[in-house]
């Protein structure tokens, strides 16, 4: 079976501190690794991906994610964060082998950056 | 190059009352999802279609949800009757054969009064 969990539902913090989204899979096979951001009323909008090789992903605004194949994380993390940040970010997972056929996602931490 | 189109963004009725959203995915891409994100929860995917075949439509409620890709591009999804428990956001999304990112809509945002 594949799950993804993501351990903190909201999550706030200051501008320009660093935040982290935590993000735990579970999978009897080889995963491939998303995040997705959400802001409001609008579509997801793909952050960063895992596939395979190097372990630290950097994505676009900043972000970064580091699959950690041992504790089973892919955790989504950003040095200085900016009001515009604010938004709901889904992590997702799909087996690896025949390709992303079927994201599975969690629950989804609404990051808000207060001034 | 255009991203998933999805129409139509809003959408307010009343229970009992039949619905239908359309999308058209990025061009070229052979498969096309159906999710649907209910309030403060993630996406879940509804039906996967693989060109007009549909491949996986086990979450899909199939006594009043129906959904069809004819000519294997844009894609309808329907509800007939809609009940209150439906009111969700209804997200489209496209994959490329040979890719492994699944690229989403801004998504159909349903109200059910």
């Known amino acids: 079976a594949q799950s993804v969990t993501q351990l903190d539902s909201q999550v706030p913090v200051f501008e320009e501190a660093p935040v982290e989204l935590r993000c735990n899979y579970s999978?009897?096979?080889?995963?491939?690794l998303f995040w997705y951001v959400q802001y409001p009323n609008q579509g997801l909008q793909l952050l960063l991906k895992y596939l395979s090789g190097s372990t630290l992903v950097k994505g676009i605004n900043g972000f970064e994610a580091e699959f950690n194949k041992s504790q089973t994380s892919f955790h989504l993390r950003k040095p200085s964060v900016h009001i515009s940040d604010t938004a709901e970010y889904f992590c997702a997972g799909a087996r690896a082998q025949g390709g992303s056929e079927k994201l599975v996602f969690g629950k989804g931490t609404k990051l808000t950056v207060n001034p | 190059e255009a991203g998933v189109v999805q129409s139509p963004r809003y959408k307010i009725i009343e229970k009992k009352q039949p619905v239908a959203f359309w999308c058209n995915p990025i061009s070229g891409h052979n498969t096309l999802y159906w999710y649907r994100q209910n309030l403060g929860q993630g996406p879940e995917l509804l039906i996967r279609y693989e060109n007009e075949e549909a491949v996986d439509d086990s979450q899909l409620p199939k006594d009043r949800f129906s959904a069809e890709r004819l000519k294997g591009v844009d894609s309808t999804l329907k509800i007939q009757p809609a009940e209150l428990g439906d009111s969700a956001v209804y997200l489209c999304?496209?994959?490329?054969?040979?890719?492994?990112?699944?690229?989403f809509g801004e998504g159909s945002w349903l109200t059910v009064v």
């Open positions: 999978s009897s096979v080889s995963v491939y």
């Open positions: 999304a496209s994959r490329a054969r040979s890719g492994n990112t699944i690229y």
